[in-house]
């Protein structure tokens, strides 16, 4: 089938695209001595996260307990949940840790410990447990240059119902840097910071077998992981427009898009509207500290060239509203045409279809299916 | 079941609340002498669908060919496609309007009048058509005042082979006013404009029966709808923290919400984190211009009370981020504990969940399911 005949607005992904990116990705981490185990939440699908493992280890990261068992069904044997395990959930957890080698969760609050524990105790179901650290972000996790974490990790490192694995961050912050020199500097900041919480753990009589990072910013641009077992990048697979913006990648490394139809012509306006608004795309506002005229994406021809010229300034639920930067040439989108649109987040505006299809060239090879919910 | 016993994020559907809303719409309607053809795209569900059309004809109003779809399968009978129709989705457009008594689709442009008279002249399909009209909106429709619009009008309703029902617009601007004066006038507009329009529409020849018009906040503020024959409101069946935000409804007629579990606390930053983030509901900035510190909605106690102390000022994929306007007393939040959320744009977040739990007090009653994609 022809890209052409799909019915729009479709979920695109590039093949050859995520071969490359997840290859590059595997490449780097063997090079950089560091094992990959990468995040599958970006695509949410097997056949991507079979990709993203290549010449590693196996083992994956999820963000929901969805994913969790999807890729448990799917054959992944050792998986992340990263996020702070929620004690009403810890049941869920349990029952899926018996079905694998490892469910690895994290915490770094007394309560979700001391639920776990019980829990432990009470059916004898061991979980592998990781310490979550905040690195600089300043979302999640224990902040490393405290005493009171330092006596946390020791007390969950003693616990003789759980098998305490390490410490684990992600630098999310890198997603406000502008360029690559901004991001290494992240990269530097996050290793060292885990680097030198391990080192002061270990002086402390704490176990520490793994030092678990990433963030595909990070990733994607550091040198040197010294000291880090594990790096957990994910939106590598598809990037977008967010990273190409801050400097993570270029955008003819951006894998997934979306295929639009011109649906009406504006002239008064200088303006199209394409038959995707928020329910495609999502509302994620992209790089606007890079680019405060970024838009929701950045169009591309079908064979993928830029077509700058166009911005996606505004969404509604179903429609998008195409600005032209200078004056439009209506003849050259003229109703019926189609377009495709790289999101500014490849993770959300995936997450808005239940199916992908997977183009080489303007062939569609295949259909992926994501899993959602939680 | 218990509200408390559900897995989160949970989406919450307050039957109440959306029974109360549903009738008063309909009464409303009656009362200013008008047919309710509500929209669905809201809650994409029959059983809200079924609600919305009590004490009127049964046509309800769709935003996709999915949705017209499941409601045609669902026994709605009288379906308008409020959405200007893509020439490359007009054989599935026809193959749904043989099933229905009237598939209405609307346009604004000549090709997808040409592409719509060429298809059916070739099928022997009619198809009910509205000329989309902007109000004010500037989003999709004809200019009212120009002379191009009534020779398109006039053109499209000597069409022999579809059948043209008249004007249609939404006041999507009304999403811009602060307060119900505000909105009133946007109301006055969206009426005046079409009344006017379809007069010189009449006295240029062209026959006229429908004026249809509709949002939720000129709908459920409007006292005068004299000259209208139709009109199209959906997310009333919910509302939302926006619509509570600009003066169409009170934060207590807010039907949908998020339960939400707290999974940390972060006394350093006065804020915790709850399970619920990007992808539980989606990213409307809400109305920033009423006021800038909405947040993404805005936090209620599990039987429904305000928490204004509570902000969601900060989403990634899964983790919600919540600021303490004074200081946060995390002994009321501990970590375990739940919390629900009136979204800013009820419409968004209802399509990012598989099902609906259905509420009365703190039992969940039943369970809905929304239709998704295109």
Known sequence: MKL???????????????????????????????????????????????????GHFGGITVSTLAEARFFAA???????????????????????????????????????????????????????????????????????????????????????????????????????????????????????TMVAFADRLRRAGVRIDEVSVGSTPTMSVTDNLTGVTEARPGNYAFYDAF?????????????????????????????????????????????????????YGVFVTMDGRPVPELSLFSMSQEHGQVRGKGRIDFERYPVGSQLRVVPNHSCLTAAMFDRYHVVRDDEVVDEWSPVRGW
């Open 74 to 192: 799917a054959g992944f044997r050792d998986i992340t949940y990263a996020f702070p395990l929620p004690i009403n959930r810890i049941e869920e957890a349990a029952n899926l840790s018996r079905r694998l080698d490892a469910l690895n969760v994290l915490l770094d609050h007394p309560t979700t410990l001391h639920e776990l524990e019980t829990h432990a105790q009470r059916t004898r179901v061991s979980f592998s447990v990781f310490l979550k650290v905040d690195c600089g972000y300043h979302r999640v996790g224990v902040e490393p240059d405290r005493e009171e974490s330092v006596s946390f990790a020791t007390k969950l490192s003693q616990s003789p119902h759980l098998d305490f694995r390490g410490i684990l961050t992600h630098a999310g912050h890198a997603y406000r840097c502008r360029t690559r020199e901004e991001i290494s500097r992240v990269a530097g900041q996050e290793r060292e």
């Open 4 to 54: 052409r005949a799909l019915k729009t607005p479709a979920a695109l992904v590039d093949l050859a695209i995520v071969e490359r990116n997840t290859k590059r990705m595997a490449e780097r981490m063997v090079g950089l001595g560091c094992r990959l185990r990468p995040h599958v939440k970006t695509h949410k699908c097997a056949e991507i996260a079979r990709l993203q493992v290549r």
């Open 243 to 295: 990273q190409a913006g801050i400097g993570s990648c270029s955008l003819s490394d951006c894998a997934f898009s979306v295929l639009v139809t011109v649906v009406g012509h504006y002239p008064d306006q200088n303006k199209l509207v394409v038959d995707a608004g928020s329910l495609a795309f999502s509302l994620d506002p992209g790089p606007h500290h890079t680019d405060p005229e970024c838009g």
